[in-house]
């Protein structure tokens, strides 16, 4: 039995109906709409009473009449509790609150783990054990000044070692004031627009491209401009084509996302011409530089940046864990202060424990040895699951292993369709996404996107292979 969370919607004197006769209903629509369930425990009439700041009789009317038809019921010691076994009773549909949605059907990733899910680290290989070393020493260390509202810019502890990481691993040359903390790849999306950026304005993207790039620029009232990716990453021609006075580009230079070639390097130099002339941005969304398996990672686009026109978008998603929700965004020596304001605004800052422990982690070495170790590992998985996969399914799918990231891509032989088998997937507790959903105009060949870094072995992989066989063969 759990206890509900009072979710109870401010009351309304202007309503015509009387307050106990409002809180009759919403109780009612909660348990309808399936937010209050059978078993669980609804507030006592007393703790309801303060709250509400009503007279303790009103509740108590709402509560006898919900009692008298069989909604809820007191259980002395144990509280009050939605009626167990009630489902018959309740009406079909709940008059005010919407249907409750399926949280699956409106996230972009589901939020369990399956097989080949997209955008996650080996999460068995996470050091947990020195995690929650550090992370009982930052407690055993709070201080009053650590519970208060944390820096809107980021724990200026974990800023420090972000820029000296960034010097060090990605050639990056910053200042810990130019690095600030968000809670994701979207914060720092949004932070850009909201900082940079108007309504209407232009911005290239990538197509293929990571999807909820154009979902937030969309939202935000920014229109997203295609331009094709070919084996030598953003054709940068393209975007000057189609949009010269265009106010930013999004690009993934490391590993184009979700293709993997890496942008060359007359590209990038383009690229920073084009900006540079036109007093344009350049996003670089460095999601995954740290993982490359045929040479060293390549430095960041932003080394290159002498002109200030690179903002440096980099997560701990896939070098830690995506739960962390902490991310980092670095803005131009000149757009600092333009970012602070901005963040004194819009910014809440994240929460200080997690930075600190996250702080204590690259300080103490385990950041850049975790790296390494995932660098190896992921090697090795990679190459498991190509062969496992090759070796069950060569005859429908090519697989095309990138020099670097966290996935493989499975192209589809037979025109079947990448929607469909995704989708099929999915309902058979296995995980990929559709290339095609990846495309804003591209035309591209059908593929399933698989994430590799979660599978243990080659018989792992073959074992999951032949589920995929069985869905191929019941769709043909
Ligand atoms: C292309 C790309 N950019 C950025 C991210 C990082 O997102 P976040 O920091 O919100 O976890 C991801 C994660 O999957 C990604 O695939």
């Known amino acids: 039995m759990t206890a509900a969370k009072n979710n109870i919607p401010p009351l309304d004197p202007n309503a015509g109906v009387p307050f106990y006769r409002q809180i009759y209903d919403r109780f009612r629509t909660a348990i309808a709409a399936g937010l209050l369930k059978p078993g669980d425990r609804i507030p006592s009439a007393r703790a309801l009473t303060k709250e509400l700041g009503l007279a303790r009789g009103t509740i108590e009317s709402a509560y006898s009449l919900l009692a008298a038809e069989g909604y809820i019921e007191a259980r002395g010691q144990a509280g009050t ?83 000296t990481y960034l010097q060090v691993s990605r050639g990056i040359n910053c200042s810990p004031s130019q690095v600030f903390v968000t809670s994701g790849y979207r914060h720092s999306i949004e932070m850009i627009v909201h900082t940079l950026l108007k309504t209407g304005d232009e911005v290239w993207l990538e197509d293929p491209g990571y999807p909820p790039t154009r979902e937030i620029l969309r939202h935000m009232k920014i229109a997203p401009i295609p331009v094709r990716v070919d084996q030598e990453g953003m054709v940068v021609s ?33 690229l920073l011409d084009w900006a540079a002339k036109n007093q344009s941005w350049i996003v670089e969304d460095d999601y995954d530089g740290e993982y490359r398996y045929v040479s060293r990672p390549l430095p960041a686009l932003k080394s290159l940046d002498r002109d200030g026109r690179v903002l440096y978008s980099g997560t701990f998603s896939k070098v830690l864990f995506p739960g962390l929700r902490l991310a980092y965004l670095v803005v131009p020596e000149s757009q600092v202060e333009h970012f602070e304001q901005i963040s004194q605004t819009l910014a809440g800052g994240s929460p200080e424990l997690t930075q600190a422990i996250v702080a204590d982690f690259i300080r103490e070495g385990h950041f850049a040895r975790h790296i390494q170790r995932m660098r190896k ?88 292979a032949r589920r995929i066989l069985e869905l191929i063969r019941v769709e043909s």
């Not at 550090?134 to 709070?142: D, K, T, V």
């Not at 949009?243 to 184009?256: E, F, K, L, Y």
């Not at 399933?448 to 080659?458: A, I």
């Open 81 to 163: 509790i939605v009626t167990p076994g009630l489902d018959a009773l309740v009406p079909v549909a709940a008059p005010t609150l919407q249907p409750k949605r399926n949280v699956a059907e409106v996230s972009f990733r589901p939020d369990s783990i399956l097989p080949f899910q997209m955008g996650l680290p080996a999460l068995d290989a996470f050091p947990r054990k020195i995690w929650a070393r550090l992370g009982a020493g930052c407690i055993r260390a709070m201080q009053p000044s650590d519970m208060v509202h944390p820096p809107v810019y980021g724990l200026p502890d974990l800023r420090t070692e972000i820029a």
């Open 238 to 270: 393209d975007g000057i084509r189609a949009a010269p006075r265009a106010v930013a580009a999004v690009t993934t230079p490391a590993h184009q996302s979700p293709l993997g070639m890496s942008l060359v390097l007359p590209r990038r130099l383009a």
């Open 377 to 464: 590992l992921y090697a090795q998985r990679r190459k498991a699951t190509a062969a496992g996969l090759e070796g069950v399914l060569g005859k429908h799918m090519s697989i095309a292993s990138q020099p670097g990231g966290m996935h493989l891509i499975l192209r589809l032989k037979n025109q079947q369709s990448d929607r469909l088998l995704s989708a099929r997937m999915r309902e058979n507790g296995l995980y990929a996404e559709a290339l095609t959903d990846w495309t804003m105009v591209a035309d591209i060949p059908a593929a399933l996107l698989v994430n590799f870094t979660n599978v243990d072995s080659e018989k792992t992989a073959e074992n999951l």
